[in-house]
């Protein structure tokens, strides 16, 4: 039995088949070619958004626009990768008008346009706010460390810098050693002489280094440095220690669409939560808005700071133990606080006054002579008498306590919000989870391509092409 045969390559037709015949009517390239016309390039900062009229044409954005949101789709992010797509791919083909722009124009243009690229994220996510796709009555803000363009060897520090030097030093006294007992020796080895002065010579020059670098560091007022990537930071992650950012974003509850996200160097979540949620509730333009994140984004500060705007916040409290006189059973909940006298009832029925203040912490104690003689002692403190910290915001605490208390649901929700779109994010939008670019500028364009082309991939499914071209038209 004969196999299945193609068509003849040499074969010609009377009627010569299109591009626009090989692309399916409800294809995501006719997606993103409707929703890039409707955008004012220029309006979004893109660079050549309106042309000269001398010199000679260069490339429409909006062309390259689409090469780098169809690129980040589908996973294929590298200019040199795209310029190939320009020339074999048939979607691409269409896209472009069988444009074939070198790697080097593709790479300029996303290298140019950083600010002008978020700016189209942003864009996209007002566009979703009007096509219905997002609500904005909850959103779920976490974070996940990226890798930068730097391997950990290319990591320094002045703790690591000290401790290099003080090894340095013990080598380069044990070879001058060598080399004084070498001098009182008569007989001693000319070779082994130039072979000591050599490593000798070598150590010197690193020390040298060392201290410069150190200097350096000093001038600049920072402690750690990534030589080539200077603005990443050494982060933790899951997966180990490694050079990178740490991305936010803001989730909606609705269709689990980006609504907000940035790129900081801080690796620290705690210091996240008010920015990250102040900055949600302007792009949704709400004067109120409920944001929920894990135990790694609380602060005091910071449950302060949300609730002064408006926003409310639910997060889990996260703050080890609270008690100034070593760990008890007796929780820092079974006190009682007066803030009329600004002092605690223990159970025993004895006072806490305040005894010092430090750096936002009020610190209470028992009297010794009371807890020496009761009989609560044994599960109260193993110091001379109990002692309770308070922080500043205590008050926010015990809001977001109370918060809780009323929505046990809501951290199984934060988990369903977030986890996809992240583990989306660095899977297939950002293939391996590092970034091609250098620097934060670098960080926040990719994050900014690899969101819009998420959340139009979100759109996609949840209203389907036709749906979706016609909500753009
Ligand atoms: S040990 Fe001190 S603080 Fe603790 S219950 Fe007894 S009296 Fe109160």
Redesign the pocket.
């Known amino acids: 039995m004969a196999y299945i045969q193609g068509e003849p390559r040499n074969q010609t037709s009377l009627f010569p088949t299109s591009i626009e015949d090989l692309v399916p009517e409800d294809h995501l390239v006719r997606v993103i070619d409707a929703y890039i016309a409707r955008l004012d390039l220029q309006m979004l900062g893109f660079d050549k958004a309106r042309p000269k009229a001398t010199g000679r044409p260069p490339y429409n954005p909006a062309d390259l626009l689409k090469l780098y949101v169809y690129g980040y789709f589908f996973q294929i992010r590298s200019s040199r990768r795209l310029e190939a797509e320009c020339q074999r791919n048939v979607e691409v083909m269409w896209l472009l008008n069988r444009l074939t722009p070198d790697f080097k124009t593709i790479a300029d243009f996303r290298r140019d346009n950083g600010i002008a690229f978020a700016a189209t994220c942003r864009a996209f996510v007002q566009f979703c706010r009007t096509a219905g796709l997002v609500k904005g009555d909850l959103v779920a803000i976490d974070g996940s460390k990226f890798k930068a363009v730097a391997s950990n060897r290319r990591y320094v520090s002045s703790k690591h810098l000290k401790r290099d030097l003080e090894k340095l030093d013990q080598r380069i006294a044990r070879y001058l050693s060598t080399l004084d007992e070498m001098d009182q020796e008569d007989g001693a080895d000319e070779i082994n002489r130039t072979a000591v002065k050599a490593a000798l010579a070598n150590l010197q020059s690193r020390r040298i280094d060392n201290l410069t670098s150190q200097a350096l560091m000093e001038t600049m007022g920072i402690t750690q440095m990534v030589c080539g990537e200077d603005e990443a930071r050494m982060t933790r992650a899951p997966q180990g220690t490694f050079i990178g950012y740490n991305v936010q974003s803001a989730v909606d509850a609705e269709h689990g669409l980006v609504v907000h996200h940035d790129v900081v160097q801080d690796s620290d979540d705690r210091r996240q939560l008010a920015p990250m949620a102040i900055a949600t509730a302007q792009v949704l333009e709400q004067p109120t808005l409920t944001v929920t994140a894990d135990a790694g984004y609380s602060n005091g500060e910071h449950f302060q700071a949300c609730d002064e705007v408006g926003i409310t916040a639910i997060v889990p409290i996260n703050r080890g133990n609270r008690a100034a006189?070593g760990t008890?059973p007796?929780a820092q909940d079974d006190?009682k606080y007066d803030p009329e006298t600004d002092t605690y009832e223990?159970?025993?029925?004895?006072t806490?006054t305040l005894t010092q203040l430090n750096k936002g912490t009020r610190i209470y104690h028992?009297?010794a002579t009371?807890?020496?003689?009761?009989?609560?002692?044994g599960?109260?403190?193993k110091a001379q008498?109990?002692g309770l910290k308070r922080h500043v915001h205590e008050p926010a605490f015990e809001r977001m306590a109370k918060r809780l208390k009323a929505h046990p649901e809501m951290m199984g929700r934060r988990r369903s919000i977030v986890e996809h779109p992240f583990g989306n994010l660095k899977q297939w939008a950002l293939g391996t989870g590092r970034f091609l670019l250098r620097q934060m500028q670098g960080a926040r364009t990719e994050m900014a391509l690899a969101v819009t082309s998420y959340n139009l991939k979100r759109a996609f499914n949840i209203l389907g092409a036709r749906r979706l071209l016609e909500v753009i038209a």
């Open positions: 006189g008890a007796l006190f223990c159970p025993a029925g004895q806490l028992a009297q009371a807890c020496g003689s009761c009989a609560l002692k599960a109260c403190t008498r109990r």
